[in-house]
């Protein structure tokens, strides 16, 4: 990766997918955890491309007392998921836009209630190929481990071009201002 950031040639796509590809099928997505305070309020941001899957599943540590709120919207304010008292579970939906989405945790603590700990709150959100369920198709089309392992490959180089596709159209948008 060095030698190819190092020469004074431009990256091309074919070599920013040999060195891509293999970090992105041998990576993995790990949860994300965080402490939340009572009455206190966490958000997370990520922007995501139009139609892409989103999936995601949560927990909340149960403390005396203690509620949490979960709510998903886009920059519009549309709530594209909602849960009170979410200690668990989880949730999905396809994006209809380009959008910045935010993932925001709340917890309500009734007045007049003691010291109370922080909760401890896992997130595990995925999008585009990593939340497609490989197992589901192959059941469903039939297919044999490496027929799916192929589907795989297949979408997420589909995923990667039209990554490359956006910023070319993102850096060509910034040359014209």
């Known amino acids: 990766l060095l030698r190819a950031?190092?020469?004074?040639?431009?990256?091309t796509a074919m070599d920013?997918?040999?060195?891509l590809l293999p970090l992105l099928i041998v990576g993995s997505v790990r949860p994300i955890s965080f402490?939340?305070?009572?009455?206190?309020?966490?958000?997370?941001?990520?922007?995501?491309?139009?139609?892409?899957?989103?999936t995601g599943e949560y927990e909340a540590s149960e403390q005396p007392g203690v509620k949490s709120h979960l709510k998903i919207t886009d920059?519009?304010?549309?709530?594209?998921?909602?849960?009170?008292?979410?200690?668990?579970g989880k949730f999905a939906f396809t994006t209809e836009e380009y959008d910045m989405f935010e993932v925001c945790f709340e917890s309500k603590l009734p007045v007049g209630t003691g010291r109370v700990p922080d909760q401890l709150v896992i997130l595990d959100m995925k999008h585009g190929v990593e939340a497609k369920n490989y197992e589901e198709i192959a059941k469903v089309e039939k297919l044999k481990p490496l027929e799916v392992e192929l589907r795989?490959?297949?979408?997420?180089?589909?995923?990667?071009?039209?990554?490359?596709?956006?910023?070319?159209?993102?850096?060509e948008e910034i040359g014209r201002a």
């Open 152 to 171: 795989r490959l297949e979408d997420l180089s589909e995923s990667i071009v039209n990554d490359f596709a956006y910023m070319k159209k993102r850096v």
């Open 16 to 19: 920013a997918l040999r060195y």
């Open 35 to 54: 402490h939340l305070p009572p009455n206190g309020r966490k958000c997370l941001r990520e922007e995501i491309h139009r139609d892409v899957l989103v």
């Open 75 to 88: 920059s519009s304010g549309h709530i594209l998921y909602s849960k009170e008292d979410a200690s668990k």
């Open 5 to 11: 950031c190092s020469r004074s040639s431009p990256l």
